[in-house]
């Protein structure tokens, strides 16, 4: 069974930084995707970045662009999320989720942690 477990998450000043992290197990091959999202209190969930399987492409929301680094150990069948000069904005949980392939959406979801900045 294919599963996402995230870890790295907590309570962080402004200004500060945290790392994600999102453990793969079951896969049998490397997804097409893997991303993280986020959903904050009273607001629906929002895309914040993307790799490819190969981690040479990625994408990222306007708002954590330049801030925060998306990037996969494949050896370790982990993602993770590096996120700088964190702004209370980004108070949220976190969720790791995948694609298993081009021909289908988001289909595979962690359980999410939270990320809580403080001003």
């Known amino acids: 069974q294919v599963q996402l477990e995230e870890s790295g998450g907590g309570l962080v000043q402004a200004g500060g930084s945290l790392r994600l992290s999102c453990a793969a197990s079951g896969w049998t091959s490397s997804p097409y995707l893997m991303g993280w999202f986020r959903q904050a209190p009273g607001k629906e969930r929002e895309f914040v970045a993307q790799?490819?399987?190969?981690?040479?492409?990625?994408l990222y929301s306007d708002s954590v662009k330049g801030r925060f680094t998306i990037s996969r150990d494949n050896a370790k069948n982990t993602v993770y999320l590096q996120m700088n000069s964190l702004k209370p904005e980004d108070t949220a949980v976190y969720y790791c989720?995948?694609?298993?392939?081009?021909?289908?959406?988001?289909?595979?979801w962690g359980q999410g942690t939270q990320v809580t900045v403080s001003s």
């Open positions: 790799t490819r399987g190969s981690g040479d492409s990625t």
């Open positions: 989720a995948a694609r298993t392939s081009a021909f289908r959406s988001w289909n595979v």
